[in-house]
């Protein structure tokens, strides 16, 4: 197991950005394709976006695709969401998760064991 704690989340206004941050413990983070994933009141949680082990492949929900920017740093422990243009639908609690079977790339919060406590992020119009 992993544990993750998210950090970065906050109230902006329509336009800004914000960057989260997930700590991770664990020697074998590295190992793991890391993802983010909100969840809005009243909503399903949705996937955000991912990243492999290495970083060299990352994937990003329609959405958000050319506004947000996933990267880890596997010698921090660390995995960062940029989000920029931020927009009100952007609203909701951001979880991050590790998908504990190593070498599988997936959207579906099923494929992830590991999850943080949630950070909120407001957008203000």
């Known amino acids: 197991q992993v544990q993750l704690v998210e950090s970065g989340g906050g109230l902006v206004q329509a336009g800004g950005s914000l960057r989260l941050s997930c700590a991770a413990s664990?020697?074998?983070?590295?190992?793991?394709?890391m993802g983010w994933f909100r969840q809005a009141p009243g909503k399903e949680r949705e996937f955000v976006s991912a990243i492999t082990w290495s970083g060299g492949n990352t994937y990003y929900a329609d959405s958000v695709k050319g506004r947000f920017t996933i990267s880890r740093n596997n010698a921090k422990n660390t995995v960062y969401l940029q989000m920029n243009s931020l927009k009100p639908e952007d609203t909701a609690v951001y979880y991050c998760a590790a998908d504990l079977k190593v070498g599988r790339v997936g959207s579906s919060p099923d494929y992830f064991g590991s999850w943080g406590q949630g950070t909120q992020v407001t957008v203000s119009s």
């Open positions: 664990g020697r074998t983070f590295r190992s793991y394709t």
